[in-house]
């Protein structure tokens, strides 16, 4: 069956330094890839899409990189700030429409 | 743009009585989502129409569960004879497909919270 997982329960990184998720799939060919922050009692919030015929995106302190072969994508964000700390999802998705969501890392940057 | 919003934000009721959930997603966006989610644990698909036409239901999508689309804009989604294990936050989202491929960020609302007594 189709699985979707997202590393570790929580990552807790001192403010300044680079917070690395990942998000590991198995039995899924996606056509691309989505990273969101969800703080508590709020919705998912997109931040950045990349797909299966790209390698990396960036986007001001964030990148992602997508690796089809190893399926799997990992999600940095570098000089992180306490304002940084939610959980971070990644979904992924074909062309059909539907997302399908891992369960989420929750990171928190201590000051 | 005035983002997705859902009503209302939260809902209690006790367990068999029938709630509705409304969901305004962005204007000129085509395509309308609904998920539900739970305490630790990632939003699952529930089922997503294209303008006025749903176009897939999960298999959690019980038949105590419908949605409706009716003019393309706003949606609804209906829980009939609620059970405890509808305790969720129910989400909805919105995109634009391009060329007819769901290949564009989803918008979310901030969900309905609902609490079966």
């Known amino acids: 069956s189709q699985k979707i997982e997202q590393n570790s329960e929580a990552l807790n990184i001192q403010e300044g330094k680079t917070a690395t998720l990942t998000c590991n799939y198995t039995?899924?060919?996606?056509?691309?890839l989505q990273w969101y922050r969800q703080d508590p009692g709020r919705g998912p919030v997109f931040l950045l899409l990349?797909?299966?015929?790209?390698k990396e995106k960036r986007k001001e302190r964030l990148k992602v990189t997508f690796d089809t072969t190893l399926k799997q994508s990992l999600f940095h964000i570098t000089a992180s700030q306490p304002a940084d700390s939610a959980t971070y999802l990644c979904a992924l998705d074909t062309n059909a429409g539907k997302s399908t969501f891992g369960d989420g890392t929750t990171l928190t940057v201590k000051p | 743009d005035t983002g997705v919003s859902q009503d209302p934000r939260h809902k209690i009721t006790k367990r068999g009585q029938n709630v509705t959930f409304r969901c305004d997603p962005i204007?000129?966006?085509?395509?309308l989502y609904w998920y539900r989610q739970t305490l630790g644990q990632g939003p699952e698909f529930l089922t997503y129409f294209q303008n006025e036409a749903q176009l897939e239901k999960s298999r959690l999508l019980s038949d105590r569960f419908s949605a409706e689309r009716p003019k393309g804009s706003f949606s609804t989604l209906e829980i009939q004879r609620t059970e405890q294990g509808d305790s969720a936050m129910y989400l909805c989202?919105?995109?634009?497909?391009?060329?007819?491929?769901?290949?564009?960020?989803?918008?979310f609302g901030d969900g309905t919270r609902l609490s079966i007594l």
């Open positions: 990349i797909r299966e015929n790209e």
């Open positions: 989202a919105s995109s634009s497909a391009v060329g007819g491929k769901g290949n564009q960020p989803q918008h």
């Open positions: 039995n899924y060919s996606p056509a691309y």
């Open positions: 204007s000129e966006h085509n395509r």
